[in-house]
């Protein structure tokens, strides 16, 4: 099982530049979610998605988009890059999150995509 | 509104030792707590949650986490703590479909 997979891993944009992190997961999980992690910050939620066709905004949702056009896929793009961008991205998913879902199942992580923003 | 605050940094321990790290929150409704790890360079791993039941929860790795609903706390511990448990943990709530994270506790255990 692959899991949850990321690209790129390492990235470095120039101030103003647009990339697309991408996301996908081969568990046939409904609910994917994109962090960022700064040290000290601990994780903050950007986006996140339910279901294919439906996302909404996190804790940290400016200067980046989100679509979910399927199950499997998840891509966080940064518009207009800016040096306060520059950090870990983790992608996440989890089969669902009732009471059930949550008993049963576990929030799965990626491997980290790291963002430098010069 | 809901929050979890890991109230230490960095916590150090030598190995055989018991290892406590603590975390507390703040949820409206029932509680759904989680506690990650983290090594380096990698994506978090589950360690061990509590939806509901028995107060002492039991997760991988020989960790333990004990809820405690009037502290509003939910403590992770292990009873001899090895150099491999070395990480950064992360204390988690979830509330209404998302998941929230503490600022994450470094456990050094040493030799």
């Known amino acids: 099982n692959a899991g949850v997979t990321q690209t790129p891993k390492f990235r470095i944009l120039k101030i103003g530049q647009s990339m697309t992190l991408q996301c996908t997961q081969d568990?046939?999980?409904?609910?994917m979610y994109w962090y960022r992690q700064d040290p000290g910050m601990g994780l903050k939620l950007i986006y996140y998605s339910v279901g294919a066709g439906i996302t909404d905004k996190g804790e940290v949702p400016n200067g980046y988009n989100v679509s979910r056009s399927t199950t499997e896929d998840f891509p966080l793009r940064l518009e207009l890059a800016a040096p306060s961008q520059t950090s870990v991205y983790f992608c996440?998913?989890?089969?669902?999150?009732?009471?059930?879902?949550?008993?049963?199942?576990?929030?799965?992580f990626g491997e980290g995509s790291r963002l430098t923003v010069l | 509104a809901q929050s979890v605050a890991q109230p230490e940094d960095q916590v150090n321990v030598a190995e055989g030792n018991p290892l406590t790290v603590k975390c507390t929150y703040s949820v409206s409704g029932n509680p759904y707590l989680f506690w990650y790890v983290q090594y380096p360079n990698r994506g978090l791993q589950f360690l061990l949650k509590?939806?509901?039941?028995?107060?002492l929860v039991k997760g991988s790795y020989g960790f333990e986490a004990e809820f405690n609903k009037s502290q509003t706390s939910f403590h992770l511990k292990k009873p001899s703590a090895l150099v491999s448990d070395s990480a950064l943990y992360f204390c988690a709530i979830y509330n209404f479909n998302k998941f929230y994270f503490g600022s994450g506790t470094k456990l050094n255990v040493k030799p």
């Open positions: 996440a998913s989890i089969e669902g999150t009732g009471k059930f879902s949550l008993n049963t199942g576990e929030l799965f």
């Open positions: 509590y939806i509901t039941g028995d107060n």
């Open positions: 568990m046939n999980h409904n609910y």
